[in-house]
Structure formats: structure tokens, C-alpha cells
């Protein structure tokens, strides 16, 4: 079935360092990737998503470039700060019976120092 | 526009104890659904429901029940608590399906403490 692995953490990092977070996936047919952030106390919220293969989902300051080649959506941001504190999961949609079904990786929990 | 709400925010129950777990959102979505998340695991489907008056199992429905009575509204039911079903749970909405583009809208979850 439909899978998502995700790099395990956490992750701890210095302000305005490069942040890479690994995520690969197995899907039948042809997804649509996500990165969903939460952070501490609160729900999952969508950071980014891309949607087919070559696309490059962006926002605040994070990107992530759909692989179908390597099957990947790695999570990218140049230069972190404190604020970005938070669990980062990778998503995949998938399909169950009828409804849009969304597979959840295990969460990589990133910290960031002053 | 308040989005997805959950109700209560925290609750300590005692094994074999009842709870209703309350959803609401304010986006006409169709789509509701109840997740469990567990350290380690990221999150795992229970239950969800396509429109008014329809629910279906997800990954780990057993010990739990939903009912979507009103389109806003998607409750999540114990019979009868075990501490396996310690956990945080999070409910989401959606629009109608759309391709495999749909987007999940969170609340902020619940943690059920179960002793």
C-alpha cells in the first residue's frame, strides 16, 4: 500500500542554518505530495503542497521539488529561525473506498537554537 | 470564520468510562475526519464521513464510534475507555473531492489521558 517515510529526529539546528528534512514515498498512480507543520500546543496546518512531478511547492521561505524519478519531496529552507521550531510530516493523498485519504509520515520534530 | 473546532481540549478518563468527542467547522465542508496521533507513528486514520448522515471505517476504527447527524458537526464516540486509546486526537475537514489535490483543514486537538 500507499507509504511515506520521513527522517527521523529530532532535529536540532542553530539559527540561520540550512535545513534539509528527507522525505521519500510508495504510491500507486500518481499523488499529490504535502509538508504539514505543527507547532507546539496546536493543530497540523498545510506549510506546502505540490500536486504532479517537477512541481515546486514554496511558502515561507520552505520549498520542496515533487521527484517522481526518486519518489522524494524533500523539505528545504535556506536559512531557519527560531519560530520554525515545530513537528514537520510529509503527506501523501491517496485514495480510500470514496474519500481522499491523506498518508501521514511519522513527524520529524525540528528545533532551532538562538 | 472560526474553521475546525474540538471540544473538550482535555480529558483524564477512567478505564471502561464513555466519552463523546465533539467536531465543528464552519467551512460547508463536506468531508470530516477523525485521526489518533501516537509518538513515533504520525497520524492514523479512525473514522471519517462524506457527507451528512455517512460515516466509514479508517486504518483503526475498533473501540470507536462517529455519527455526522449535521453537515458542521462530526462526533467521536468510547464506549468503553482502555488505555490503549491514550492518545491526541485531531480532527480535520475538506472540501468535496477534487482530484487528488484536496487539502485537510486541522483543529487543534484533544488529549485523552486514559488510567
Known amino acids: 500500500g500507499d507509504s511515506v517515510t520521513q527522517m527521523e529526529g529530532p532535529v536540532t539546528l542553530s539559527e540561520e542554518a540550512f535545513l534539509t528534512i528527507n522525505c521519500t514515498y510508495t504510491a500507486t498512480g500518481y499523488p499529490s505530495l504535502f509538508w504539514y507543520v505543527q507547532y507546539p500546543g496546536e493543530g497540523l496546518q498545510l506549510l506546502l503542497k505540490a500536486t504532479k512531478a517537477d512541481d515546486k511547492g514554496s511558502n515561507k521561505g520552505f520549498e520542496a521539488t515533487y521527484r517522481k524519478e526518486t519518489t522524494s519531496f524533500h523539505l528545504e529552507k535556506g536559512s531557519v529561525q527560531v519560530s520554525d521550531s515545530a513537528v514537520y510530516f510529509c503527506a501523501l493523498s491517496g485514495r480510500y473506498s470514496s474519500a481522499s485519504k491523506i498518508i501521514f509520515g511519522s513527524g520529524t520534530r525540528l528545533s532551532i537554537r538562538p | ?115
Open chain 2, 1 to 115: 470564520n472560526a474553521g475546525v473546532t474540538q471540544t473538550p481540549k482535555f480529558r483524564v478518563l477512567k478505564t471502561g468510562q464513555s466519552m463523546t468527542l465533539l467536531c465543528a467547522q464552519d467551512m460547508n465542508h463536506e468531508y470530516m475526519y477523525w485521526y489518533r496521533q501516537d509518538p513515533g507513528m504520525g497520524l492514523r486514520l479512525i473514522h471519517y464521513s462524506v457527507g451528512e448522515g455517512t460515516t466509514a471505517k479508517g486504518e483503526v476504527p475498533d473501540g470507536y464510534n462517529v455519527s455526522r447527524l449535521k453537515k458542521q458537526n462530526f462526533l467521536l464516540g468510547l464506549e468503553s475507555a482502555a488505555p490503549s486509546q491514550t492518545s491526541v486526537y485531531f480532527c480535520a475537514s475538506s472540501y468535496l473531492l477534487a482530484g487528488d489535490k484536496e487539502t485537510q483543514y486541522f483543529g487543534p486537538g484533544t488529549r485523552l489521558l486514559v488510567l
